[in-house]
């Protein structure tokens, strides 16, 4: 079982900068690719960036391809998304979830991951 807390979301100007963090718990860390997702009012859940195991795999929506980064910090047990350049469209309440290593489809698809935190509020005003 892993707990995960997100942490960071706020309000925004376009053009403008968040830091959001993921906190993991109950688990080793080391054994999960974990990844950001949003869902917007009205819309389905969406992938946004995804980082593997040993965190030299980031992966990328092509909407925030360029502007957001995925890091992770292992000693921490924390998963992060920088996100620049924010746009109205980033809206959302965004999710981080883990990826066991028993999971080998894609890092963008919802199913792949098993544990889910609470989500962040992230508004972006323009």
């Known amino acids: 079982q892993v707990q995960l807390v997100e942490s960071g979301g706020g309000l925004a100007q376009t053009g403008g900068s968040l830091r959001l963090s993921c906190a993991a718990s109950?688990?080793?860390?080391?054994?999960?690719?974990m990844g950001w997702f949003r869902q917007a009012p009205g819309k389905d859940r969406e992938f946004v960036a995804a980082?593997?195991?040993?965190?030299?795999?980031?992966y990328y929506s092509d909407s925030v391809k360029g502007r957001f980064t995925i890091s992770r910090d292992a000693p921490k047990n924390t998963v992060y998304l920088q996100m620049n350049s924010l746009k109205p469209e980033d809206t959302a309440v965004y999710y981080c979830?883990?990826?066991?290593?028993?999971?080998?489809?894609?890092?963008?698809?919802?199913?792949?991951?098993?544990?889910w935190g609470q989500g962040t509020q992230v508004t972006v005003s323009s």
């Open positions: 980082i593997s195991r040993t965190g030299d795999s980031p």
């Open positions: 109950g688990s080793t860390f080391a054994n999960y690719a």
């Open positions: 979830a883990a990826r066991p290593t028993t999971h080998s489809g894609s890092y963008s698809r919802l199913h792949e991951y098993d544990y």
